[in-house]
């Protein structure tokens, strides 16, 4: 307490150099606390030990006669690097992750651009076609496609019927069948994302690049694309993620003989009992997943800060 | 310029047919008068309809799913509501680690989650138990509903809670007669929300359920895998017109944009 | 006897005093002003007798107890805030029971003093209505309403009227005033508009950078600033550098070519010299010598811009057809020494703050 100027705002003359410390209800600091240590306990107990043990019966070896061991060892992990097999499956899922992502970005991205210039009613009701599907279970989705597949399905018979093709093209159990159907079920992220960082424009702008003498498609290109494309980043990012992790679409539409990570792990731990590999495939996915949503995400938000904030 | 030009609506209607196609292709089927599975289909008949009636385990896991989605959803809320008041109203050491945490489902692929409760569970006896069913489903929903709940907190006008402090009113009396009427609208869109995610769910209930407690989704996926044939299609048709008519009333009562994109950014 | 005592109440900000050993005595039924900017502490200081916000030091005493010791909604204050905070799932005249309910009243009684409330503010046809239906006006009256009915033994105005219209402003000036009157409620109102301070208080008091300027009736404040920052707040006025010396008369101050006697004894040095616009006149010897650089008709009154050696001079004269220089003209302005204020050079320190009672 500054004494000096203590002395000068006071309108008593004589008042005491120092007054008595308050006496205050202590405003108790473990509300927050409390108010989230349901959460915190649940977390702790339900998501965080059970990884932890994933984490660690990766680590265990696994024999054919006498099950799961309890030791620690690495084994695992050097199987998957070593493995050509691995390679394989890894290099497929993310190939057809990144495929997928970047159909979605093609497609999703000028959609919710579309949808936003639209005018009520229709906007409301195409919103609604668009996102509704993700209100849907991803195997009633997925089971769409594989009747739309195979060599009777109607894409087939479609696309024969148009003369584009002669024979059949096998989409049930390849990648490209898969890459379909995921981007069916995955592109609503992406509009959806588009469709978040377009609220944030100010429709007067591109009127504004007009007025100035720029066409239609430098507007978009120079004006449009610049300020959606956090949106479509961050819409990319979830898409990948969730491609990468797919699980439904890629068994029902991959089938046995085409495997993703996911189809992996699920095999190893259903199929061959070998639960330690699979927790090493789930592991390697989840550490893919982290790295790759929080990586990103913080490289979105730095570039695009200034922008927004 | 600020209409779509005849290219763009040629786009955007491929664009909705691409998007509807499964799901029509599904309801299609499901009407089919055959026995079994062909495209075009000859007849419409409601035989597939009915023979769900002869399936009951359908109808279970239906019952099941839905029971499973309510209890989960509404334990989550329980759980959402005072961490999104802890996190919204205070400033404290560790809020920002404490909400990243609650959101880190988000982040964890399902199947790895499949595999880490399936072990979790084996080892405490709640193995293929409804009960540890409810639990996972929990984590998993959680971060939806704290999300909206989180928003509707923090877009609330404070100065509300100390004008009822002023007048006498306990913190308890403060949030039961006006904190929680202003942000109701968003912990009952964090429960629909919840609970349709908790509904659709197959990845990691794959891994947990087992043959008596089962999800209407994880028993269709099973079926899909050894056979394509319009009963599942059926079934699923029937899921879909639930979902559209739940839709439906969604929107017209809260917003589906509103829902799905969140009110207020987090 | 003193209904509200604020002794060296002080908060702190990391670095940063915002409220710097406020001191304050209030008697009951006064309807005094914080006056002051933006940042000068009038909020925080008000947020801590409501409790809303700890103090790092000093008391609150009202009607001989210690507020501080209690929660903040033990303090029994009635609070309308600057967003007015109305429960807006509530109406109007269950806002207003809400504080009654809590209060245990029961159902009959609680009817009878909203009824009452909502009369004493003129809203007695809106107690069904919900806030959002309501216009800001109506709003702030029904947040008084609020307040006032629990009968609270001091009442709390943060920025009340800074939502409203200029017209409505005005109106609820009045309003505010005539149910002080009526209810004899100790109000204490926080505001950065120096009008509205100056038409609704029994006395202002005045802050800057979380200190007490001054505390005085609206007029002492107008008429006698205690330092150059009230004299720059209250009003529009002239502040002129000038040298105070002692002379055989008496403490004198000089400015330019002009000599004028101080009333109070004062240090030698450099001082500074305020009087307002309207206090100036044109003389004819004895005055500041000057030069009119413009001069504009306003109406009621001609503005005048004069420089002089001391620098640039507000006027103010009333258009009533008495000869007035024009533009260009060399001219003299003089004014009555009981009309100014001198003060020391350094407009920070308040060592020249007294409490003109």
């Known amino acids: ?175 490209t069948g898969v890459i379909i159907a995921l981007t069916h079920v995955l592109v609503p992220f992406m509009v959806l994302s588009v469709w978040a960082s377009l609220q944030r424009l100010d429709p007067q702008v591109e009127n504004a690049a007009l007025s100035l003498g720029a066409g239609p498609l430098t507007v978009m290109r120079r004006v449009v694309l610049p300020q959606i494309v956090p949106g479509i980043l961050s819409g990319s990012i979830i898409v990948f993620a969730l491609a990468a992790s797919a699980f439904a679409t890629p068994a029902i539409i991959g089938g046995r003989r085409l495997k993703v990570a996911a189809t992996l792990a699920y095999d190893e731990f259903l199929n061959t009992l070998n639960w330690p590999l699979g927790a090493t495939v789930a592991v390697l996915l989840l550490i893919a997943n982290v790295v790759i949503i929080v990586g990103c995400n913080r490289l979105v938000e730095r570039r695009y800060k200034q922008v927004f904030e | 310029m600020n209409r779509n030009g005849p290219l763009a609506l040629i786009f955007h209607v491929l664009f909705l047919g691409f998007l509807l196609a499964p799901i029509l292709i599904v309801c299609a089927v499901a009407f089919t008068s055959q026995g079994y599975l062909s495209l075009p289909t000859e007849g419409l008949s409601l035989r597939w309809f009915r023979a769900i009636g002869d399936n009951p385990e359908f109808i279970r896991a239906f019952k099941d799913s839905l029971l499973l989605g309510a209890v989960s959803s509404t334990l989550a809320i329980l759980v959402a509501v005072p961490a999104a008041l802890a996190i919204a109203r205070h400033q404290f050491f560790g809020r920002e680690a404490i909400q990243a945490l609650f959101l880190s489902p988000l982040m964890v692929p399902h199947i790895v989650l499949g595999i880490a409760f399936l072990r979790f569970f084996t080892m405490i006896g709640l193995g293929g138990t409804f009960a540890g069913l409810v639990l996972s489903h929990v984590i998993i929903i959680l971060p939806f509903a704290l999300r909206l709940i989180l928003a509707a907190s923090t877009g609330m006008d404070r100065a509300v809670e100390n004008a009822a402090a002023s007048l006498g009113a306990s913190s308890w009396t403060c949030f039961r007669r006006v904190t929680l009427p202003l942000i109701l609208p968003g912990v009952a869109s964090g429960w629909v929300l919840a609970f349709i995610n908790s509904f659709d769910e197959v990845t990691m209930t794959v891994f947990i359920a087992s043959p008596e407690t089962t999800t209407l989704p994880v028993r269709l996926f099973l079926y899909i895998q050894d056979n394509i044939d319009p009963l599942v299609a059926a079934v699923s048709a029937v899921l879909i017109f639930l979902t559209v008519a739940a839709m439906l009333v969604l929107d017209r009562v809260y917003g589906l944009e509103r829902l799905l994109v969140g009110k207020g950014r987090d | ?317 009333q258009h009533d057809g008495s000869p007035l220089p024009a533009e260009r003209e060399r001219v003299m302005v003089g004014w009555r020494a009981d009309d100014m204020a001198v003060m020391p050079a350094d407009p920070d320190t308040a060592s020249g703050a007294r409490e003109a009672a």
């Not at chain 3, 009607?63 to 303090?75: F, I, S, T």
């Not at chain 3, 029994?76 to 967003?83: A, C, K, P």
């Not at chain 3, 300027?213 to 007029?219: I, L, S």
């Open chain 3, 1 to 317: 006897m003193a209904y509200l005592v604020l002794d060296q109440l002080t908060k702190r900000f990391g670095n940063w005093t915002a409220v710097d050993n406020v001191s304050l005595t209030v008697e009951k039924g006064e309807l005094i002003s914080l006056l002051g900017p933006s940042g000068c502490g009038k909020t925080t200081t008000l947020q801590m007798i409501a409790g809303f916000l700890d103090a790092d030091g000093g008391r609150v005493m009202l009607d001989g107890q210690d507020l501080l010791a209690k929660k903040p909604n033990e303090r029994g204050l009635g609070i309308v805030f600057q967003s007015y905070a109305l429960f807006p799932h509530m109406t109007a005249a269950e806002n207003v029971a809400f504080g009654l309910e809590m209060r245990r009243i029961n159902r009959a009684d609680r009817d009878r003093m909203v009824a009452d409330a909502l009369k004493l503010v003129g809203l007695e046809q809106y107690g069904d209505r919900h806030p959002r239906r309501m216009s800001g006006g109506q709003q702030q009256r029904v947040a008084l309403a609020r307040a006032l009915v629990i009968k609270p033994s001091l009442l709390l105005l943060d920025e009340p009227l800074s939502n409203l219209d200029a017209k409505m402003r005005e109106e609820m000036q009045i309003e505010l005033r005539r149910i002080q009157r009526t209810v004899g409620t100790t109000m204490i109102l926080v505001t950065h508009d120096q009008s509205e301070a100056m038409a609704l208080s029994d006395r202002v008091v005045v802050m800057n950078k979380g200190r007490i300027q001054q505390v005085a009736t609206p007029q002492e404040a107008y008429d006698r600033p205690a330092n150059a920052f009230v004299a720059n707040f209250l009003g529009r006025t002239n502040l002129l550098p000038g040298m105070v010396g002692g002379s055989a008369g008496g403490t004198v101050i000089t400015v330019a070519d002009s000599v004028w006697p101080v009333a109070q004894p004062m240090a030698a040095g450099p001082g500074a010299l305020a009087v307002r616009p309207e206090k100036i006149g044109f003389v004819d010897a004895g005055g500041l010598s000057g030069t009119v650089l413009a001069r504009v008709f306003q109406g009621t009154q001609w503005l005048f811009e004069i420089e002089t050696a001391a620098g640039k001079l507000m006027v103010i004269r």
């Open chain 1, 1 to 175: 307490m500054s004494m000096a100027a203590s002395t000068e705002s006071q309108v008593q003359a004589n008042a005491p150099a120092t007054a008595p410390p308050p006496r205050r209800p202590r405003r108790w600091p473990w509300t927050p606390y409390l108010l989230s240590a349901p959460g915190l306990a649940l977390f702790a107990v339900l998501l965080l030990v059970p990884l932890v043990m994933t984490f660690l019966l990766s680590l265990n070896s696994f024999s054919f006669y006498g099950g799961i061991e309890n030791v620690w060892q690495i084994g695992n992990y050097a199987d998957i690097i070593a493995d050509s097999y691995f390679h394989e499956v890894f290099l497929r899922t993310f190939r057809i992750a990144a495929v997928v992502t970047l159909l979605c970005a093609l497609f999703g991205a000028p959609e919710a651009y579309i949808l936003r210039r639209m005018k009520s009613p229709w906007r409301g009701l195409c919103l609604l076609i668009v996102l509704g599907p993700l209100l849907i279970s991803v195997v009633s989705r997925t089971l769409g496609w594989a009747l739309l597949f195979g060599s009777t399905g109607l894409v087939n018979q479609g696309l024969m019927g148009l003369g584009l093709i002669a024979t059949p093209i096998e989409f049930m159990y390849t990648e």
